[in-house]
C-alpha cells in the first residue's frame, strides 16, 4: 500500500534533505525535477513538507500537491529505486517487448510514461524511439535513460541525469517557519479555490474534493505542532500573568470595581457556562448593559486564565467602523494595554492589530470579506454579531454564511447579541439555539415626547416656524416641504391616525395646538434649536447627541446654530459633527472632552446609534427620522429617503445616554407615533430592490443567487429572485461575450494573436 502511493509519488520526489541534529539549521539537497508526469496535473505545486518527524529524522520531501498526503512518509533510497525501475527493465533485442509494453502504456489511463534505465546505446534508442512514434508516442534518451511517453518530452531531465551536481542549500530556521506559515496559507487557499468545498450552500461534495480536505489536513502535520503548542503554552502562560498583574494593580481592581457594576456582569457565569455548552447562543440585554464590551472580553478572560489565551481567537463584529473602534479602545483600555496588543481592531483601509491580538473589532463587512476567502474560519475560535437587530445586507449575508459553516466547525461559538432583537426568530434560525437575557439598565434615561417638550420649553409649533431653511442654494428643498404637505403619503396617514386617536387631556392649551399644527414631514431645525436653547439654559452639564437624517440636514443646522446668540458661542458650546463619510479621525472627535463650562454639541447621523459611548452624553434628542434605501418605483431605481425609524431603534438611540451617568432623552415626535413604528426595521435584504441585491450577491461570487438567498433569515420572494437572477446571467453572459468580441476584434486587427488566444483561454 504505502509502496503504491510512493509509486504515485515519487515523480515528484524533488528534494532530500538532511538535517544535522545539533545544528539549528537544515540542511536541504536539492535536487530539482520536472516531470512530464508532474504535467499531468498541472494544479500541482511544490510543497516543502516539514512534518515533526520529517524534522526529526532529517529528511524534506518536496512533493506534488496532490501527493502532499504522504509527503510526510519517508522514503527510504531502495524504495525510490525499485519505483524507479519497476517502470522498466528490457532489453531493445526484444523489440516485441517493446511493443507490447509501449501498447500497454498507451492503454493505461494511469500511466503516462515508461523509464528504461537499461543501459542503451544510440541505436537502441532510435529502434524504440521509431516504434513509439510509430504509435504516436514520444520519445527521449537522457544519457544512457530512455523515456517513452505520452507527451512531449523535454530535452533535459535533471532527475535522470546521475551525473547532475547537487547543491547544498542551508534554510535558517526563522525562513523555514515562513515559508511553512506561507505554504498554509497557500494550501488554505488552494482549498478554497478548488471549486464546490468553497460553496457554501452545502452542495455535495466530490471524492476529489474530500480527498483535497483530508490532504490540506495532513498538510496540517508539516507544521511542528508539538513546537508550535510548547510556544503556545509559554505565550499562554504570560498572559495569564500578565492579565494578573494588571488585575491586582490600583487602576486594574478599580476597573474591574466598575466592570463589576455593569448587568452584564452578574450573568458572567451563566453566559460562559452557555458559550462552552452551545454552539451558537441569542444575547439580548439593555443598552449599555455591557453587550459589546464586556462579553467578548469574558471569554478571553475564562480563555486566559484556564492557561489557553494563545490559543484563542475572538471576533466581534459591528455594522459600523466607529463602533468596531470604539470597542476595541474601551476593551484595550479595561486590560490596561495599548489598542492592538491583546485587543485590536480592524475596518476597511484601517486597522490595529498585531501578532499577539487575540479579540478583534471588525465591520461586518470586513469579516464577510475574510469569509469569501477563507470558508472555514481557521484559526478563530468565537464570532460575536454584534447589534444583530440592524438586520443590514452584510449581517445578513455574513448570518448565511456563518450558519453553513458551523457543521463544519463544530468548535466554533456564534454569538448574536443585540439590546432589541427578535431573539425567537433568531434562535428558531440556528435550530433552537438558546436564547439569554441580561436584565437591567446601568443608569436610567428619562424619555421625554414632543407633547412633553412642548410643554417644558413652552414652544409654540406654528405652520411656518417647522419649514426646514436649506438657505439660497437649495430653496427647492425648502419649498419642497410646502407642496409635500398637500400629498398625504402612507406614514404621514399613519402618523395623523395616531395623533387624532390621542387626546393629549393632560398637556396645557398651548400644547395641545402646537401639537396640532406639527408637520411630521419636516425635520423642525427651529424646534431643535429650540430644545438645545432649553438644554443649555436650563438643564444641567452634559454633552447633547442630536440625531439628524443626513449630511444635508446636518450642515443645514449647523449653520443655523453657528448663527445663534447662545449656541454659537463657542466659549459656551463646542458644536461638531458626526457623519459616515468624514474621515475616521474627525468622527473620533466625538468622543473628546470639551473645555470646562463648555457644553459639547454632536450633531450625528444614526451611524452614532448604536455600540459607542460618548461618556459626557446626558442629554438627546431624537429626531425620529434616517435616510433609508428605498425604492423609487416611478424612477424604477433605489434611492435613500428620510423615513421614520423603528421602535428599536429609538430605544438604541436612548440609550446613548444613561450610559456612564442619568440621562434624558427628547424625543421629537408624539408617542402614540412612537407607538405606531414598526417594532424592527424591515431587513435591508426585503427593503433593497432585487436587481441591486442579485448583483450583490453575484459580485461576491458564493454560488447560485437562488440558493443562497432561500437560506436567509428572511428571505425575498423565491419567484421573483429566480427571475431577476436569470436575467443578471443572461446580462452578464452577454456583457462578458461582447466584451470577448470586441477585444478579439481589437487583437486581430492589431495583429496580436497572443491577445486574442490568451483571452479566450
Ligand atoms: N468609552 C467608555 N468610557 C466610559 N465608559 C464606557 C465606555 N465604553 C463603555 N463604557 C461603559 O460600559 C458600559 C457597557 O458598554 P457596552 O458598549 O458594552 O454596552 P452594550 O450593552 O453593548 O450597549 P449597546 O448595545 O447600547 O451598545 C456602558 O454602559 C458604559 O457604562
Same mark, same amino acid.
Given at each position: 500500500?504505502?509502496?503504491?502511493?510512493?509509486?504515485?509519488?515519487?515523480?515528484?520526489?524533488?528534494?532530500?534533505?538532511?538535517?544535522?541534529?545539533?545544528?539549528?539549521?537544515?540542511?536541504? /539537497?536539492?535536487?530539482?525535477?520536472?516531470?512530464?508526469?508532474?504535467?499531468?496535473?498541472?494544479?500541482?505545486?511544490?510543497?516543502?513538507?516539514? %512534518?515533526? %518527524?520529517?524534522?526529526?529524522?532529517?529528511?524534506?520531501?518536496?512533493?506534488?500537491?496532490?501527493?502532499?498526503?504522504?509527503?510526510?512518509?519517508?522514503?527510504?533510497?531502495?524504495?525510490?529505486?525499485?519505483?524507479?525501475? !519497476?517502470?522498466?527493465?528490457? %532489453?531493445?533485442?526484444?523489440?516485441?517487448?517493446?511493443?507490447? #509494453?509501449?501498447?500497454?502504456?498507451?492503454?493505461?489511463?494511469?500511466?503516462?510514461?515508461?523509464?528504461?534505465?537499461?543501459?542503451?546505446?544510440?541505436?537502441?534508442?532510435?529502434?524504440?524511439?521509431? /516504434?513509439?512514434?510509430?504509435?504516436?508516442?514520444? $520519445?527521449? =534518451?537522457?544519457?544512457?535513460?530512455?523515456?517513452?511517453?505520452?507527451?512531449?518530452?523535454?530535452?533535459?531531465?535533471?532527475?535522470?541525469? @546521475?551525473?547532475?551536481?547537487?547543491?547544498?542549500?542551508?534554510?535558517?530556521?526563522?525562513?523555514?517557519?515562513?515559508?511553512?506559515?506561507?505554504?498554509?496559507? !497557500?494550501?488554505?487557499?488552494?482549498?478554497?479555490?478548488?471549486?464546490?468545498?468553497?460553496?457554501?450552500?452545502?452542495?455535495?461534495?466530490?471524492?476529489?474534493?474530500?480527498?483535497?480536505?483530508?490532504?490540506?489536513?495532513?498538510? @496540517?502535520?508539516?507544521?511542528?505542532?508539538?513546537?508550535?503548542?510548547?510556544?503556545?503554552?509559554?505565550?499562554?502562560?504570560?498572559?495569564?500573568?500578565?492579565?494578573?498583574?494588571?488585575?491586582?494593580?490600583?487602576?486594574?481592581?478599580?476597573?474591574?470595581?466598575?466592570?463589576?457594576?455593569?448587568?452584564?456582569?452578574?450573568?458572567?457565569?451563566?453566559?460562559?457556562?452557555?458559550?462552552?455548552?452551545?454552539?451558537?447562543?441569542?444575547?439580548?440585554?439593555?443598552?449599555?448593559?455591557?453587550?459589546?464590551?464586556?462579553?467578548?472580553?469574558?471569554?478571553?478572560?475564562?480563555?486566559?486564565?484556564?492557561?489557553?489565551?494563545?490559543?484563542?481567537?475572538?471576533?466581534?463584529?459591528?455594522?459600523?467602523?466607529? %463602533?468596531?473602534?470604539?470597542?476595541?479602545?474601551?476593551?484595550?483600555?479595561?486590560?490596561?494595554?495599548?489598542?492592538?496588543?491583546?485587543?485590536?481592531? #480592524?475596518?476597511?483601509?484601517?486597522?490595529?492589530?498585531?501578532?499577539?491580538?487575540?479579540?478583534?473589532?471588525?465591520?461586518?463587512?470586513?469579516?464577510?470579506?475574510?469569509?469569501?476567502?477563507?470558508?472555514? /474560519?481557521?484559526?478563530?475560535?468565537?464570532?460575536?454579531?454584534?447589534?444583530?437587530?440592524?438586520?443590514?445586507?452584510?449581517?445578513?449575508?455574513?448570518?448565511?454564511?456563518?450558519?453553513?459553516?458551523?457543521?463544519?466547525?463544530?468548535?466554533?461559538?456564534?454569538?448574536?447579541?443585540?439590546?432589541?432583537?427578535?431573539?425567537?426568530?433568531?434562535?428558531?434560525?440556528?435550530?433552537?439555539? &438558546?436564547?439569554?437575557?441580561?436584565?437591567?439598565?446601568?443608569?436610567?434615561?428619562?424619555?421625554?415626547?414632543?407633547?412633553?417638550?412642548?410643554?417644558?420649553?413652552?414652544?409654540?409649533?406654528?405652520?411656518?416656524?417647522?419649514?426646514?431653511?436649506?438657505?439660497?442654494?437649495?430653496?427647492?428643498?425648502?419649498?419642497?416641504?410646502?407642496?409635500?404637505?398637500?400629498?398625504?403619503?402612507?406614514?404621514?396617514?399613519?402618523?395623523?391616525?395616531?395623533?387624532?386617536?390621542?387626546?393629549?387631556?393632560?398637556?396645557?392649551?398651548?400644547?395641545? @395646538?402646537?401639537?396640532?399644527?406639527?408637520?411630521?414631514?419636516?425635520?423642525?431645525?427651529?424646534?431643535?434649536?429650540?430644545?438645545? $436653547?432649553?438644554?443649555?439654559?436650563?438643564?444641567?452639564?452634559?454633552?447633547?447627541?442630536?440625531?439628524?437624517?443626513?449630511?444635508?440636514?446636518?450642515?443645514?443646522?449647523?449653520?443655523?446654530?453657528?448663527?445663534?446668540?447662545?449656541?454659537?458661542?463657542?466659549?459656551?458650546?463646542?458644536?461638531?459633527?458626526?457623519?459616515?463619510?468624514?474621515?475616521?479621525?474627525?468622527?473620533?472627535?466625538?468622543?473628546?472632552?470639551?473645555?470646562?463650562?463648555?457644553?459639547?454639541?454632536?450633531?450625528?447621523?444614526?451611524?452614532?446609534?448604536?455600540?459607542?459611548?460618548?461618556?459626557?452624553?446626558?442629554?438627546?434628542?431624537?429626531?425620529?427620522?434616517?435616510?433609508?434605501?428605498?425604492?423609487?418605483?416611478?424612477?424604477?431605481?433605489?434611492?435613500?429617503?428620510?423615513?421614520?425609524?423603528?421602535?428599536?431603534?429609538?430605544?438604541?438611540?436612548?440609550?446613548?445616554?444613561?450610559?456612564?451617568?442619568?440621562?434624558?432623552?427628547?424625543?421629537?415626535?408624539?408617542?402614540?407615533? +412612537?407607538?405606531?413604528?414598526?417594532?424592527?426595521?424591515?431587513?435591508?435584504?426585503?427593503?433593497?430592490?432585487?436587481?441591486?441585491? $442579485?448583483?450583490?450577491?453575484?459580485?461576491?461570487?458564493?454560488?447560485?443567487?437562488?440558493? +443562497?438567498?432561500?437560506?436567509?433569515?428572511?428571505?425575498?420572494? &423565491?419567484?421573483?429572485?429566480?427571475?431577476?437572477?436569470?436575467?443578471?446571467?443572461?446580462?452578464?453572459?452577454? +456583457?462578458?461575450?461582447?466584451?470577448?468580441?470586441?477585444? $478579439?476584434? =481589437?487583437?486581430?486587427?492589431?495583429?496580436? #494573436?497572443?491577445?486574442?488566444?490568451?483571452?479566450?483561454?
Amino acid at each position: 500500500m504505502r509502496n503504491s502511493k510512493a509509486a504515485n509519488a515519487i515523480g515528484f520526489l524533488i528534494a532530500r534533505a538532511k538535517s544535522s541534529t545539533n545544528n539549528p539549521y537544515f540542511s536541504l /539537497l536539492l535536487s530539482s525535477y520536472s516531470s512530464s508526469r508532474a504535467n499531468n496535473n498541472l494544479r500541482s505545486l511544490l510543497l516543502l513538507s516539514s %512534518s515533526s %518527524s520529517a524534522i526529526s529524522h532529517g529528511r524534506f520531501l518536496i512533493a506534488n500537491r496532490s501527493f502532499c498526503g504522504y509527503a510526510a512518509e519517508q522514503f527510504s533510497d531502495d524504495e525510490y529505486d525499485d519505483i524507479e525501475n !519497476h517502470q522498466a527493465s528490457s %532489453s531493445v533485442a526484444n523489440i516485441d517487448e517493446w511493443k507490447w #509494453k509501449l501498447s500497454l502504456l498507451l492503454r493505461n489511463e494511469k500511466d503516462q510514461e515508461i523509464v528504461s534505465r537499461d543501459k542503451r546505446d544510440r541505436r537502441d534508442y532510435e529502434q524504440i524511439s521509431n /516504434l513509439a512514434k510509430r504509435m504516436g508516442l514520444y $520519445c527521449e =534518451m537522457y544519457g544512457k535513460v530512455v523515456v517513452a511517453s505520452k507527451v512531449p518530452l523535454p530535452n533535459y531531465r535533471p532527475d535522470l541525469d @546521475d551525473r547532475r551536481p547537487q547543491r547544498e542549500v542551508v534554510i535558517p530556521l526563522g525562513l523555514q517557519r515562513r515559508v511553512e506559515g506561507l505554504l498554509q496559507e !497557500h494550501l488554505d487557499r488552494a482549498e478554497l479555490s478548488s471549486g464546490k468545498v468553497t460553496n457554501n450552500m452545502g452542495d455535495d461534495k466530490s471524492i476529489d474534493q474530500v480527498e483535497c480536505i483530508n490532504l490540506d489536513d495532513n498538510a @496540517d502535520s508539516f507544521l511542528d505542532q508539538s513546537v508550535m503548542e510548547k510556544v503556545l503554552q509559554r505565550r499562554s502562560l504570560r498572559m495569564r500573568n500578565m492579565q494578573r498583574a494588571w488585575q491586582e494593580s490600583p487602576e486594574g481592581r478599580k476597573m474591574l470595581e466598575f466592570r463589576k457594576s455593569l448587568p452584564a456582569f452578574r450573568e458572567k457565569d451563566r453566559l460562559l457556562q452557555a458559550i462552552a455548552q452551545n454552539q451558537v447562543i441569542v444575547i439580548s440585554g439593555e443598552t449599555g448593559c455591557g453587550k459589546t464590551t464586556q462579553l467578548p472580553q469574558y471569554v478571553l478572560e475564562a480563555e486566559i486564565e484556564s492557561g489557553r489565551g494563545a490559543f484563542c481567537s475572538i471576533i466581534c463584529t459591528q455594522p459600523r467602523r466607529i %463602533s468596531a473602534m470604539a470597542g476595541s479602545e474601551r476593551g484595550s483600555t479595561e486590560r490596561g494595554e495599548p489598542l492592538g496588543e491583546t485587543v485590536g481592531y #480592524k475596518v476597511r483601509l484601517e486597522g490595529m492589530k498585531g501578532k499577539n491580538t487575540h479579540l478583534l473589532f471588525c465591520t461586518s463587512g470586513i469579516l464577510l470579506r475574510r469569509l469569501l476567502s477563507d470558508r472555514n /474560519l481557521n484559526g478563530i475560535t468565537h464570532v460575536f454579531v454584534d447589534e444583530i437587530h440592524e438586520r443590514g445586507m452584510n449581517e445578513d449575508f455574513l448570518l448565511i454564511i456563518l450558519k453553513d459553516m458551523l457543521p463544519r466547525r463544530r468548535d466554533l461559538r456564534l454569538i448574536l447579541m443585540s439590546a432589541t432583537l427578535n431573539a425567537e426568530l433568531f434562535s428558531n434560525y440556528f435550530e433552537g439555539a &438558546p436564547t439569554i437575557h441580561i436584565p437591567g439598565f446601568t443608569y436610567p434615561v428619562r424619555a421625554h415626547f414632543l407633547e412633553d417638550v412642548l410643554e417644558m420649553t413652552g414652544y409654540k409649533l406654528t405652520s411656518f416656524n417647522q419649514i426646514d431653511d436649506y438657505g439660497q442654494e437649495k430653496m427647492w428643498k425648502t419649498q419642497k416641504q410646502l407642496a409635500s404637505r398637500k400629498r398625504k403619503n402612507q406614514i404621514t396617514a399613519l402618523v395623523e391616525d395616531a395623533l387624532n386617536k390621542s387626546s393629549f387631556e393632560n398637556y396645557s392649551a398651548r400644547a395641545r @395646538d402646537s401639537l396640532s399644527s406639527w408637520v411630521p414631514d419636516c425635520t423642525g431645525f427651529n424646534l431643535i434649536e429650540a430644545v438645545l $436653547c432649553h438644554i443649555c439654559r436650563k438643564e444641567r452639564p452634559g454633552a447633547v447627541l442630536v440625531f439628524m437624517t443626513g449630511w444635508e440636514d446636518i450642515s443645514c443646522l449647523r449653520d443655523q446654530v453657528k448663527a445663534h446668540p447662545l449656541l454659537g458661542d463657542p466659549n459656551r458650546v463646542l458644536l461638531l459633527t458626526c457623519h459616515g463619510s468624514m474621515a475616521t479621525s474627525e468622527q473620533k472627535l466625538i468622543f473628546d472632552k470639551p473645555p470646562p463650562n463648555v457644553r459639547k454639541i454632536i450633531l450625528a447621523t444614526n451611524m452614532a446609534e448604536a455600540s459607542i459611548t460618548i461618556n459626557d452624553v446626558v442629554f438627546v434628542v431624537d429626531g425620529g427620522k434616517a435616510k433609508e434605501t428605498t425604492y423609487d418605483a416611478l424612477n424604477n431605481t433605489p434611492c435613500l429617503l428620510p423615513s421614520w425609524i423603528s421602535q428599536a431603534s429609538a430605544r438604541q438611540r436612548r440609550g446613548r445616554a444613561g450610559r456612564v451617568q442619568p440621562g434624558e432623552c427628547y424625543h421629537l415626535y408624539p408617542r402614540c407615533v +412612537f407607538e405606531a413604528f414598526a417594532e424592527y426595521q424591515l431587513p435591508e435584504l426585503l427593503r433593497t430592490p432585487l436587481n441591486s441585491l $442579485c448583483l450583490q450577491i453575484k459580485s461576491l461570487q458564493v454560488g447560485s443567487i437562488g440558493v +443562497f438567498l432561500s437560506a436567509a433569515l428572511q428571505p425575498p420572494e &423565491p419567484l421573483a429572485v429566480s427571475d431577476v437572477a436569470q436575467l443578471i446571467c443572461i446580462v452578464v453572459k452577454n +456583457f462578458y461575450s461582447r466584451l470577448i468580441l470586441v477585444l $478579439c476584434m =481589437m487583437a486581430s486587427s492589431s495583429g496580436n #494573436k497572443r491577445l486574442d488566444v490568451g483571452f479566450l483561454g
